[in-house]
């Protein structure tokens, strides 16, 4: 691996954005062009500050958590029992080692809304806003990177238990993992993050529906976006 490939870090959303299109990842990852947030997009980053102010007891119900009121109610004892971790920044080395959020050696991030440590079960939950049809596939494979990282965290564990709480719908996804699993979901991870964090060229995939919400090609930055 060269020493380029060192210095660049992955985490799923990146990874979604490069295999759905390099370039879309190159000038938002590489080249760091500033894009809008979407309302949808700060109105989750809200709730999400919310959540995390209600478990550590630090603010009050709101009308974004109310559908999960008994589950945010169990985090927040479980915080004050200290069994619960909200909004955590974690990393791993290319190893796939604990490694700290700035290291150099740093080769993927991610951030763990809440996670439930105990005796009997690990759980690693991710709180969602919006919609939920449609995206089955990548929220598990979301699920799945998180409880690969958890198990490296910690080896003795045998089951990890990953959470999708779909906020706005009252739904909870739920998928286990034992280590033989994690360990084959591991290496696929590997395979793929290699190819972002291995890669010099970042060709697009114009496509309707690659290109369509697309900000690079609505400010005239990608040339491929005009040919669609």
Same mark, same amino acid.
């Given at each position: 691996?060269?020493?380029?490939?060192?210095?660049?870090?992955?985490?799923?959303?990146?990874?979604?954005?490069?295999?759905?299109?390099?370039?879309? /990842? /190159?000038?938002?990852?590489?080249?760091? #062009?500033?894009?809008?947030?979407?309302?949808?997009?700060? =109105?989750?980053?809200?709730?999400?500050?919310?959540?995390?102010?209600?478990?550590?007891?630090e603010g009050k119900m709101t009308k974004g958590?109310?559908?999960?009121?008994?589950?945010?109610?169990?985090?927040?004892?479980?915080?004050?029992?200290?069994?619960?971790?909200?909004?955590?920044?974690?990393?791993?080395?290319?190893?796939?080692?604990?490694?700290? &959020?700035?290291?150099?050696?740093? &080769? $993927? +991030?991610?951030?763990?809304?809440?996670?439930?440590?105990?005796?009997? =079960?690990?759980?690693?939950?991710?709180?969602?806003?919006?919609?939920?049809?449609?995206?089955?596939?990548?929220?598990?494979?979301?699920?799945?990177?998180?409880?690969?990282?958890?198990?490296?965290r910690d080896p003795s564990i045998e089951v990890?238990?990953?959470?999708? &709480? /779909?906020?706005?719908?009252?739904?909870?996804? +739920?998928?286990? /993992?034992?280590?033989?699993?994690? +360990?084959?979901?591991?290496?696929?991870?590997?395979? +793929?993050?290699?190819?972002?964090?291995?890669? #010099?060229?970042?060709?697009?995939?114009?496509?309707?529906?690659?290109?369509?919400?697309?900000?690079?090609?609505? #400010?005239? =930055? $990608?040339?491929?976006? =005009?040919? #669609?």
């Amino acid at each position: 691996m060269s020493d380029h490939a060192t210095h660049k870090t992955w985490s799923y959303s990146r990874l979604s954005v490069f295999e759905q299109c390099p370039k879309r /990842y /190159y000038y938002a990852s590489i080249e760091k #062009i500033p894009t809008p947030q979407h309302p949808a997009a700060t =109105r989750g980053t809200d709730i999400h500050n919310e959540a995390e102010m209600f478990i550590k007891g630090e603010g009050k119900m709101t009308k974004g958590l109310r559908m999960f009121e008994e589950g945010f109610e169990n985090l927040k004892e479980g915080y004050c029992d200290g069994n619960v971790s909200v909004e955590e920044d974690w990393a791993f080395d290319i190893k796939w080692q604990p490694a700290q &959020w700035n290291e150099l050696k740093t &080769w $993927c +991030r991610y951030k763990i809304d809440a996670y439930i440590k105990k005796p009997d =079960r690990t759980v690693v939950i991710d709180f969602k806003t919006g919609r939920y049809m449609g995206n089955e596939k990548t929220h598990e494979q979301q699920c799945a990177l998180y409880a690969v990282a958890t198990f490296n965290r910690d080896p003795s564990i045998e089951v990890v238990q990953a959470e999708l &709480w /779909y906020l706005d719908h009252g739904k909870i996804s +739920r998928h286990s /993992y034992t280590a033989d699993e994690l +360990r084959e979901r591991q290496a696929t991870f590997h395979e +793929r993050a290699l190819k972002l964090t291995e890669a #010099i060229d970042y060709p697009a995939k114009a496509s309707v529906e690659n290109c369509r919400w697309c900000h690079f090609g609505k #400010i005239g =930055r $990608c040339d491929e976006y =005009r040919s #669609i």
